[in-house]
């Protein structure tokens, strides 16, 4: 028994951060499920799957290396106006999901939350379902909504999307929802959460920033994600490794980025590709759990490629990571880090129940950050590695919350 003196001060120090009880016992109860549930209706099919998320320029090296079940393509719609891609000119059997990106050219507003092609007579013009329906005619395993970027603090137009979405009563249909990351932040997170679970439909969520990495925005960022993944069927894309760290807590699937550019989104309007000196590719090491630049492997390891990070995917078949250091080599750098995460994916998949996965995805990160000490003894660094934050929060944030 606690003593009640005890107890006022528990409550005052928690009390800010504590759950309600329903919440908890809503979490103990999914620990203990086997998977998230399925979305009811065609987005079943995406249930379990880390998908790779691809701009066209990506596609033709990521397609050869996506296998079986647990895998699927999302790839970047056109530019408005362009003529869509059929899911047919994909030579890949599993899933394929066209997202509009209508994110990157429309901020969404009350008024006009997603951006509709215009240019027909008055009453032509298509509607929210017709964009919708022709995606799937388009040969798509489900429709994207053309959602506009949701601006910071504008739940408001947040809103007139989800009754929008609501209306359509869909069961083949992902809600896409490009938000600026500070509406998951203190202020606007429970608004945001619970516009978003009375959408009544699964949401694709893309996290937005002007500049920089949203999962550092605030301590809070991760906590909440992970409270929206076991609230709201959700489907983290154009993400990074968040991908997995939202399956570990609750999201029904996930979809990776190939490239820096679709590993989170900017307000529109967006700026042109600036002209980087340094054209070597954005390369996955799994043991560090992060993307480095070729050239930032090659130099660390040296004149010495046996220091240098191996892998032993399929495509590296052991191979140093330090030979990725020109822009050609970039087909070979996509292709190997969506093999090697879904190798990662599939051992968290694997387990036995979600509180599991959460154990197993904390233990890989937890790994990953004491590689950072390891590679750089051996390379002979004085100075430790940084750790990307994000890691360092999912490496020390409890697996499974239960208050
Ligand atoms: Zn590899």
């Given at each position: ?38 979305p009811p ?121 989800a009754q929008?979405v609501k209306a359509l009563n869909r069961t083949?249909t992902?809600f ?19 516009i978003l679970q009375d959408a009544g439909h699964p949401v ?28 709201v069927p ?170």
């Open positions: 028994m606690t003593e009640p003196g005890n107890k006022v001060t528990t409550r005052t120090t928690t009390a800010r951060d504590a759950l309600p009880t329903e919440l908890v016992q809503q979490l103990q109860w999914l620990g203990r499920q086997p998977r998230p549930a399925a209706g065609a987005v079943g099919v995406l249930c379990d799957r880390v998908l790779a998320y691809a701009g066209p320029q990506h596609v033709a090296s990521v397609l050869p290396v996506l296998r079986g079940t647990g895998s699927g393509l999302v790839v970047a719609g056109p530019r408005p106006g362009k003529p869509m891609p059929r899911a047919a000119d994909f030579d890949y059997d599993g899933p394929i999901v066209l997202d509009p990106d209508a994110y990157g050219y429309h901020r969404a507003t009350r008024d006009q939350p997603f951006l509709l092609p215009r240019g027909g007579f008055a009453g032509t013009n298509p509607t929210l379902d017709d964009v919708l329906d022709a995606q799937l005619r388009a040969g798509y395993a489900v429709a994207c909504t053309p959602t506009g970027y949701i601006g910071a603090g504008d739940t408001a137009a947040l809103l007139a999307a929008q083949d992902l896409v929802v490009a938000l600026e990351v500070s509406l998951l932040d203190r202020t606007f997170f429970d608004q945001t959460r619970a694709a969520l893309v996290l937005g920033i002007k500049q920089g990495d949203p999962l550092t925005h605030s301590k809070r960022i991760i906590p909440n994600l992970r409270l929206l993944a076991a609230t959700l489907m983290p894309i154009r993400t990074d490794f968040n991908a997995l760290d939202l399956m570990a807590h609750g999201a029904f699937a996930a979809a990776i980025g190939t490239g820096g550019s679709v590993r989170h989104a900017v307000p529109p309007p967006r700026k042109p590709m600036a002209f980087v000196r340094d054209a070597s590719p954005s390369v996955l090491v799994p043991e560090l759990m992060c993307w480095w630049k070729g050239s930032k492997i090659a130099m660390l390891c040296g004149a010495a490629p046996s220091r240098s990070p191996r892998c032993s995917c399929n495509v590296c078949q052991n191979q140093p990571l330090t030979r990725f250091k020109y822009k050609e080599d970039q087909p070979e750098a996509i292709a190997h880090a969506a093999t090697a995460w879904q190798n990662i994916a599939a051992g968290m998949l694997s387990q036995a129940t979600m509180r599991e996965r959460a154990e197993y995805w904390r233990n890989i990160c937890k790994g990953a950050v004491n590689e950072h000490q390891m590679l750089a003894n051996r390379v002979r660094q004085v100075d430790p590695l940084p750790v990307q934050k994000p890691l360092e929060q999912w490496a020390e944030l409890p697996a499974w919350r239960t208050a």
